[in-house]
């Protein structure tokens, strides 16, 4: 089982990147589906989930209004689109799979992580 995240790089403040995660070794259409991200110097903290259907999703207070999290569960993938980048978005971000059909913020609902891919935002 592996959760592979790409779409990461090196974007300047006000602008925009999709991140994306592939899932492999079985399908994930059934459980929710996190990102998290960890700053350097800092503890890991939720970003956004959305659960088995797509059809609700929840988002830290950083972030609402600004990322949208999608998912395609006919290609085993969830996206995170970010926009109007600020330079505190600055971070690894990690994909993870939960263990039920809803969401949770808390990182130990998650049974899979992905390997994390780093937003770089210059202001």
């Known amino acids: 089982v592996q959760l592979q995240a790409s779409g990461g790089g090196l974007v300047q403040a006000g602008g925009s990147l999709r991140l994306s995660c592939a899932a492999s070794?079985?399908?994930?259409?059934?459980?929710?589906m996190g990102w998290f991200r960890q700053a350097p110097g800092k503890e890991r903290e939720f970003v956004t989930a959305?659960?088995?259907?797509?059809?609700?999703?929840y988002y830290s207070d950083s972030v609402r209004g600004r990322f949208t999290i999608s998912r395609d569960n006919a290609k085993n993938t969830v996206y995170l689109q970010m926009n109007s980048l600020k330079a505190e978005d600055t971070a690894i971000y990690y994909c993870?799979?939960?263990?039920?059909?809803?969401?949770?913020?808390?990182?130990?609902?998650?049974?899979?992580w992905g390997q994390g891919t780093l937003v770089t935002v210059s202001s």
């Open positions: 993870a799979a939960g263990s039920g059909l809803t969401y949770s913020r808390l990182s130990r609902y998650y049974d899979y």
């Open positions: 070794g079985r399908s994930f259409s059934r459980v929710a």
């Open positions: 959305i659960n088995w259907s797509g059809d609700s999703a």
